[in-house]
């Protein structure tokens, strides 16, 4: 082995020693010490709705922090219509015309006609939601016996049976939309107007005395876009 190879191979053994040395140096014992790249192996979490600013690498720290304490998710622009590629389904994305007041409260229930045909089908999916979404209140059947009234002393929601029997679908779907009252809150935030309406479809259901109609089952609907009776 010549001396200058003997050499090199001293100097980069006495460079290793002093990399390692210094990673391992730091005040914090739980510190990893000195990382090249961290980016390239430790991963960092990305909460939705959080801007996460400008690389404070290269920008001031105040910058990046403020910049994070920003949303980044911004509001669709006033009077944006959603997009959907099935035509059955586009009364769904359309805007509700009716501002929540007493007025149009009234008008809702006599202009609102659901866009779903009443079926087992609807009643079934409109059920599933009802469970997770009312019964608490309003009861499995709609008795107004629900957990939160009978443990929570909460007022007795009317039952669909009997003070809401004749509440018309309009008016059905305009609460989930705004709520009423202080006990009924806005349902809009948690159902979509699809959604909606299904549970509308099991509410009138519950007022029929668990039958499709007061009168005669409703036939198989073709059209999810038909308008009830």
Request: proline share 7%; glycine share 8%; hydrophobic share 35%.
């Amino acid at each position: 082995m010549s001396k200058r190879t003997h050499t090199s191979g001293i100097a980069l053994s006495a460079l290793g020693a002093v990399v390692v040395l210094m990673a391992s140096c730091g005040g914090d014992p739980n510190s990893p010490g000195v990382e090249y790249m961290p980016d390239m192996y430790r991963s960092p979490s990305i909460e939705a709705y959080v801007d996460y600013g400008q690389d404070p690498y290269h920008f001031s720290d105040s910058l990046a922090i403020a910049q994070r304490e920003r949303q980044s998710a911004r509001l669709p622009v006033t009077g944006t219509i959603p997009f959907s590629n099935e035509p059955a389904k586009a009364a769904f994305n359309m805007p509700y015309p009716y501002a929540n007041t007493p007025e149009d409260y009234e008008r809702a229930g006599l202009e609102v006609r659901s866009p779903i045909m009443m079926t087992e089908a609807t009643v079934e999916q409109g059920k599933v939601i009802y469970m997770k979404f009312c019964q608490h209140c309003h009861g499995e059947k709609g008795a107004g016996d629900g957990a939160v009234v009978n443990n929570g002393n909460y007022p007795v929601p009317p039952a669909y049976d009997a003070g809401l029997k004749d509440l018309p679908e309009g008016k059905i779907f305009h609460v989930l939309m705004y709520g009423k009252n202080v006990a009924m809150g806005s349902h809009a935030s948690q159902l979509n107007q699809e959604e909606r309406w299904l549970v509308t479809q099991y509410v009138k259901y519950l007022q029929n005395g668990g039958k499709m109609s007061r009168d005669a089952a409703a036939p198989a609907a073709t059209d999810s876009t038909t308008a009830a009776n």
